[in-house]
């Protein structure tokens, strides 16, 4: 996980040196920048958003409460810790939805444990907005889909024991490489076939079916399920049950597929 890049926000220099010596040393988080005043800390955050800021509370000019809540309307908003000699601006402090608060002069464990309080913070945020785009990204699979099936004959002519079979792109759930082989996968069976998976994939394309991986396609309206794994690829579960592995180019890809769709 990358390093935290924190701004201190302090009238007071000696207050300031103090919070980025506490900082000095680690390696989960970076001083990105210092601010003597709430005009001066906007200017800064509005340049260049950090994930935390450091934030005193009486200052001249605008206050930190002030300038917490004058934050929130920001795109990227930063954490906020509140680092105050003063306890009775607890209630308010937290009103603007700050991550913490600490009273001077602070020690190492506290602020460490209110820095990893951030982290969970980001950690819960980044995994809902990471599903929240999948899930967007199941739906424009299936608008792809629905979009590409005006052409109901699209077909493939496959081996099977009795001769040749012929089964509808709609029907195939996945495709998969081996070697100079490729297996195609339907609802009810599989077939092996001696093809590239790159000529499948060109005949197949107008009919839903895009490729998540060097070695496999799959249809688009088969998907019912996308996994983040923690390389950045994807888990992908299909209809039929299956799980497929989807390279960290499918979102990209995806994108690139379904511009304009659901």
């Known amino acids: 996980m990358p390093p935290l890049e924190v701004v201190i926000v302090d009238d007071e220099p000696v207050a300031v040196r103090r919070l980025a010596g506490l900082l000095r040393g680690r390696d989960d988080v970076v001083v990105a920048g210092t601010a003597g005043t709430a005009e001066e800390a906007i200017a800064l955050v509005e340049r260049d958003p950090p994930d935390l800021i450091l934030l005193d509370i009486e200052m001249p000019g605008m206050n930190g409460i002030s300038l917490a809540d004058r934050l929130r309307a920001l795109p990227q908003r930063p954490a906020i810790i509140f680092v105050t000699a003063f306890s009775r601006f607890a209630l308010e402090a937290f009103d603007v939805a700050a991550t913490d608060y600490l009273l001077k002069p602070v020690e190492a464990p506290r602020l460490a444990e209110a820095i990893e309080r951030v982290r969970d913070q980001r950690a819960h945020r980044n995994t809902a907005e990471r599903i929240s785009e999948l899930e967007r990204l199941v739906h424009r699979l299936r608008g792809f889909e629905q979009a590409s099936s005006g052409n109901e004959n699209g077909s493939l002519w496959l081996p099977s024991r009795n001769g040749q079979e012929r089964v509808a792109a ?3 759930i996945w495709l998969e490489s081996e070697r100079d082989y490729v297996r195609i996968h339907t609802g009810e069976r599989s077939y092996f076939v001696r093809a590239r998976l790159g000529d499948l994939e060109a005949r197949l394309r107008e009919h839903g079916i895009i490729r998540v991986h060097r070695s496999a396609l799959v249809r688009a309206g088969a998907i019912t399920r996308i996994v983040p794994r923690g390389d950045r690829g994807y888990r992908l579960i299909l209809a039929n049950g ?9 979102a990209a890809r995806v994108r690139e597929l379904t511009a304009g769709q659901g």
């Open 242 to 250: 299956a799980t497929v592995d989807a390279s960290r180019r499918f």
């Open 170 to 172: 709609r029907d195939i």
